[in-house]
């Protein structure tokens, strides 16, 4: 396993942007699908999409196609999530996992790291 550490959240209005980080610890990064999901309160948590091990594939909820773009740098270790055009409903706490394998989807199942979580509020 490894360790994820979330940051970039805060507060924003609607139709802005943030850009979410997950630091990772460890030697396998490089080698692990990692994913972002989300959890608003009273709902269940939520894919919201993930990325290869190599970066070259991506895979994304319906519901933020053409608004967020993940991306990684297995050089840094780190894995990103660029979110445009935010909506009051994007507000969530945001989840980094990372994957049991180097391709992963959207069951949460097919990860086994998880970071803290960052708060993410879109006013409207």
């Known amino acids: 396993q490894v360790q994820l550490v979330e940051s970039g959240g805060g507060l924003v209005q609607a139709g802005g942007s943030l850009r979410l980080s997950c630091a990772a610890s460890?030697?396998?990064?490089?080698?692990?699908?990692m994913a972002w999901f989300r959890q608003a309160p009273g709902k269940e948590r939520e894919f919201v999409g993930s990325i290869r091990w190599n970066g070259r594939t991506t895979y994304y909820a319906d519901f933020v196609k053409g608004r967020f773009t993940i991306s990684r740098d297995n050089a840094k270790n780190t894995v990103y999530l660029q979110m445009n055009i935010l909506k009051p409903e994007d507000s969530a706490v945001y989840y980094c996992?990372?994957?049991?394998?180097?391709?992963?989807?959207?069951?949460?199942?097919?990860?086994?790291?998880w970071g803290q979580g960052t708060q993410v509020t879109v006013s409207s």
């Open positions: 996992a990372a994957g049991k394998t180097g391709v992963a989807l959207g069951s949460s199942s097919e990860y086994d790291s």
């Open positions: 460890g030697h396998t990064f490089s080698y692990l699908a």
